[in-house]
C-alpha cells in the first residue's frame, strides 16, 4: 500500500511506526509487502550462504537495512551485501556488492522494476530478485530480469543452486 501524504524525510529517519520497516521514495511512504514463510525461508538461505562465506569474500550481510539510494530515496532490500573494506553505515550510502529482492505475492512488477533502477542508479552492479514460487534467481541488468544461474564479481563466484540446496537440507 502506497500513501499519497508526503512525508519530510526527518520523519522517516526517525520513525519506528513501521514494521516491517518501510520505503522512503520521492517523498511518501511505501510499505513492503509482508513476507510470508517461503519469502523468509529464502531470504534467511540467502544470509547464511553469505554470512558463510564472510570472512573468505570479506563480507558483510545484513536483511532489511536501510540503503539510501539517492538524496532523499531510501530502499529496504531482502538481503544486503556489503564489502567488509567499507565502513559499517547505520543507513548503507556506499553501494553495496549485491543486493536480494525475494518476490512476495503481493509484490507489483511496475513497482519492483523502480526499486531495481533506484539500486542500479546507486551503482550497484549485482540485483538479483528471486522468485520463491519457481526457485528462479533474475539478475537485473541494463533496465531487465534475465534468469541466471551464477553469482560472479567481486571476488564471488557460486552456482545459485547452492541456496536452494540448502532449502532442501
Known amino acids: 500500500m502506497v500513501t499519497t501524504t508526503h512525508v519530510p524525510v526527518e520523519l522517516y ?5 513501521w514494521d516491517p520497516d518501510a520505503e ?3 517523498g511518501q511512504i511505501e510499505e513492503r509487502p509482508m513476507g510470508e514463510y517461503d519469502h523468509a525461508d529464502w ?5 547464511y550462504w553469505f554470512r558463510r562465506h564472510a570472512e573468505e569474500w570479506n563480507l558483510r550481510v545484513q536483511t532489511e537495512l536501510r540503503v539510501q539510494v539517492s538524496k532523499d530515496n531510501y530502499r529496504v532490500p531482502d538481503v544486503t551485501v556489503m564489502s567488509r573494506s567499507n565502513p559499517k553505515e547505520q543507513i548503507v550510502t556506499l553501494p553495496p556488492i549485491a543486493v536480494f529482492e525475494v518476490l512476495s505475492p503481493e509484490d507489483r512488477i511496475s ?3 523502480q526499486k531495481l533502477a533506484d539500486y542500479s542508479a546507486m551503482g550497484i552492479q549485482q540485483i538479483w530478485v528471486v522468485d520463491p514460487a519457481t526457485g528462479a534467481f533474475m539478475r537485473y541488468a541494463d533496465g531487465s530480469l534475465t534468469v541466471s544461474t ?3 564479481g567481486a571476488g564471488i563466484e ?4 547452492a541456496i536452494t540446496e540448502l532449502l532442501q537440507g
Open 24 to 26: 522512503y521514495v520521492d
Open 13 to 17: 529517519l526517525q520513525s519506528s511506526e
Open 111 to 113: 513497482r519492483m522494476m
Open 150 to 152: 551464477r553469482f560472479e
Open 158 to 161: 557460486f552456482p545459485l543452486s
Open 43 to 47: 531470504q534467511g538461505a540467502i544470509l
